[in-house]
T-cell receptor, first 117, second 115 residues
């Protein structure tokens, strides 16, 4: 069975603060993919990043950065100098690429991020 | 531009009705998914399909069935709608793993209310 846990239900910050969203996952598979999605108030999920289990390089894209640590089964997401437009629900997800859960895509509970001006 | 289209944005149905939620994708993706989204519970997988006529139960399949007769279309069926099936339903499609393009693309969602 695979599982994704986002322990932070809601986070509230003031504009320009840095914020980190935590994601911890469980899987028995050796090959898998991790994702982050953003769901703005309009409702449609927007893909942000994909990481495969063999690639532990951290990634930075503008104000966004991701830290993948296989040793702790974590894939955390940091927004630097947050802006009001970053207010959304953020989901972490895990996709199996082998084993009995092949192809299954499992999401965490989501973290509601509110950035105040 | 990639597209996953759900047939309705809002639906109101009566308890006991048979309900069909339709989803169409234009990306020639083999894999398609149905989720429901409820506050505090995230997205929970109802069913997914590897390919035409192939389906796999997700984490909460009870009370639902699916149909995939054509590659581009994946239908979710509520056999006898109940009030606890009031929710936001999200359809998604993707290429199968491994490799690039394993991320899922989502439709705009259908908010279903069962009264």
């Amino acid at each position: 069975a695979q599982k994704v846990t986002q322990a932070q239900t809601e986070i509230s910050v003031v504009e320009k603060e840095d914020v980190t969203l935590d994601c911890v996952y469980e899987t028995r598979d050796t090959t898998y993919y991790l994702f982050w999605y953003k769901q703005p108030p309009s409702g449609e999920l927007v893909f942000l990043i994909r990481r495969n289990s063999f690639d532990e390089q951290n990634e930075i894209s503008g104000r966004y950065s991701w830290n993948f640590q296989k040793s702790t089964s974590s894939f955390n997401f940091t927004i630097t100098a947050s802006q009001v437009v970053d207010s959304a629900v953020y989901f972490c997800a895990l996709r199996s690429a082998g084993g009995t859960s092949y192809g299954k895509l499992t999401f965490g509970q989501g973290t509601i991020l509110t950035v105040h001006p | 531009d990639v597209k996953v289209t759900q047939s309705s944005r809002y639906l109101v149905k009566r308890t006991g009705e048979k309900v069909f939620l339709e989803c169409v994708q234009d990306m020639d993706h083999e894999n398609m998914f149905w989720y429901r989204q409820d506050p505090g519970l995230g997205l929970r997988l109802i069913y997914f399909s590897y390919d035409v006529k192939m389906k796999e139960k997700g984490d909460i399949p009870e009370g639902y069935s699916v149909s995939r007769e054509k590659k581009e279309r994946f239908s979710l069926i509520l056999e006898s709608a109940s009030t606890n099936q009031t929710s936001m339903y999200l359809c998604a499609s993707s290429l199968p793993p491994p490799g690039m393009g394993t991320e899922a693309f989502f439709g705009q969602g259908t908010r279903l209310t069962v009264v």
